[in-house]
Each structure stands twice: as structure tokens, then as C-alpha cells.
């Protein structure tokens, strides 16, 4: 059986000399209007957030972290609750990553062979084998509505036959997670699949550099997925690189079907990476510096614990319409940040996922009537006018 999956582009930007496009994504839990951004829900909960008000800010997909649902509570105690989507109660559309990621950045005394990733789990030291194959059937417990292949991450900088090595293995580990994901389809055995219609995305490696990066596209388009993520950016390496890797991967990648960038970034990078032709998003800085008092705004970033706030009593940002800045003001979430409440956490990522989540959509309006372009200059120009607080 194959995926309900299907991408549909329904317009691309008129003006200015840009990639940017306007898309529908169909899933099994419905549809997601693109470019859209994907709030982090690690252990199956946007942290410090509702489900009802992670819906109410706009979103229309989250992002679960496979590595994390396996440790704790485990992906067959999931699957045996009916798949993620029923376990944590979110009827709307799930991407889960692989794990591959967690795995060489959290987990201890990682040993990478060509067969996959042993690891130490980083809540109780227990040893654990990722393969390519495991952490499919792992996902399809999960039952997400779109499932990533596991790559071999890197660290930036690295070295140009390191990033070859990192790239070729994570070409073959997708050519067999693809396998797996057939076999699945056709015959799960004792695999208790929670959700038959999952799509499978591929990822594009190489590092910063530019050829190796079109060896990955190349082969992993070959191999033929679903949809196709840009992996491996946004670890540290300058941001006119980053810029010049996703624009030439994405021209690269089937115009057809959707382009995920991964774990990037700030509004700035979505506008920009928009322009170069990304249609999906996630990053966990709204809701991780949400926690940490700095709030985005439409007229930059202001960090809350800042002095000057103490007797503000404007909301956040003048311009947003969300509940944070509807009743509450710079003061009081001043006050809640300094106290230590958890109702200051919470309004801080209400606020801040209405921020990048009003921001996709003003992007998608903007391409509708042909003036991406002008909304690229004027919201890069407005987001840099507040001095970055200290
Ligand atoms: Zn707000």
C-alpha cells in the first residue's frame, strides 16, 4: 500500500527574484498549508504549552523526537495506546525525526558502524542499537504522519572526508530505511503499525560543502521518497553558508514535493530560506528562549529579565494579537520570569509561538498576492529595529 501523502504547489512568488512558493501538504490527520513551521514537542508535549493553544497560535503540525518517545515511555507502549496522534491526544498532523540527531548529540559513548549507532541512553546510562531499520519500525509504532530516515550527523567544522564518510553511509541507511518502510507497507509482521499511511522523507548531508551536497540530492533523490529535508545546517557554520546550502540544495530537489530545512531557525532564517524555496520548518528557539525570558517581536528580540521592563506596562509586542499580549504586560511577565513561575514560561511561548506562527502566515498571504518580496524587506528591516537586549 502506498501513502495518502501528497504535496500540491498551488503558487510561487511573482515578484523579486525568488523561489518562494505556497503549498498544501495532505496527511493521514489532515492538511498543512505551506511554508509552515513545526513547534518542537519533544516527549509528545509542546513544553510549557496546551495542545488547545499550540492549535490556537496557528499550528497545524508538530515535530515529536523519536529518540526521546523510545527511552521514555517507549514506542510499544505508544503503539499499544493506538500511535502517538491517541496517546498524547493531537489529532493533527505529527512529524517525528529519527533520532539520528539526539543520538550523536545527547546520548553518551555513541559507536557508529556501518550497520548503525550504539549508544548510552542519557536518562539512565543504558545501552541502546539504533539501525536504520529499527528506527523505522520504531517510528511506525509511533505512527507519525511523516517519518525521517536516520543520517549520520556531523559537527561543523568538519573535515571535507569526514563529511564525504558522514554523507555516503547516510545514503545508504536511507536506501535501506526505504527498504524497511516497503517491507512495513507490504508485510509489517509483528510490527504494530499505527498509522499505514506514513510518509517517509529523505535527507540531504554534506556538510558546507557544495558538491558533496549535490552527490547527497542526487542519490538520495534516486532512492525516492516522499519529501526531502536539508539536514546538517544551523550547527555553527556562518549564515551566508547556511543561505547558499539550502538555495542550491532546494533548486536542486524535486520541484514536486516538499522541502524541509531542519532545526532552523530564527524569523530572519524563515523569511530567508522561504525566498530560497523551503516549505517546512522547525527550531526549538520560540519555545526554548520562551523559557529563558527573550521574546521575538515584530520589531526584534527583547529579553524580559532586562531592568528596563520593570515598569513597562506595554504588552510584549503592540502588534500581536495573542492572549500573552492581549492581558498581560512587560511588567508582569518581568515579575512571573524573575519569581520563577511557570505561568511565565507558558505565556512567554504562547506569545513567541504566535510570533513565528503569524509570521508563516503573513508569509503564505504575501505570496497569495504577489508581494513576498516587499514583505521580505519590510519584516528584515522591522525585526532588527530593536537593539538586542543584553
Ligand atoms: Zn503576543
Redesign the pocket.
Known sequence: MGSPFRFTVRDAARDGNCAARLGVCETPHGVIQTPAFMPVGTQGSVKAALHRDVIDAGAEIILGNTYHLFLRPGDELIARRGGLHRFIGWDRPILTDSGGFQVFSLASRCVITEDGAEFQSHIDGARHHFTPERTVDVQARLGSDIAMVFDQCIAFPASRDDAADAMRRSVRWAARCRTRLHELRSNPGPVLVSNPGQAQFGIVQGGAFADLRDESVDATVAIGFEGYAIGGLSVGEPIDVMYDIVGRTASRLPANQPRYLMGAGTPEDLVHCVARGVDLFDCVLPTRNARNGQLFTSQGRLNIKNAKYAEDDQ???PA?R?Y??RHHSRAYLRHLHLAGEMAGGALNTL?NL??YLDTMRRIREAITFGTFDTFRQEFLRSVSRLPVDS
Open positions: 504588552p510584549v509586542d500581536c495573542c500573552t499580549c506569545h504566535a510570533f
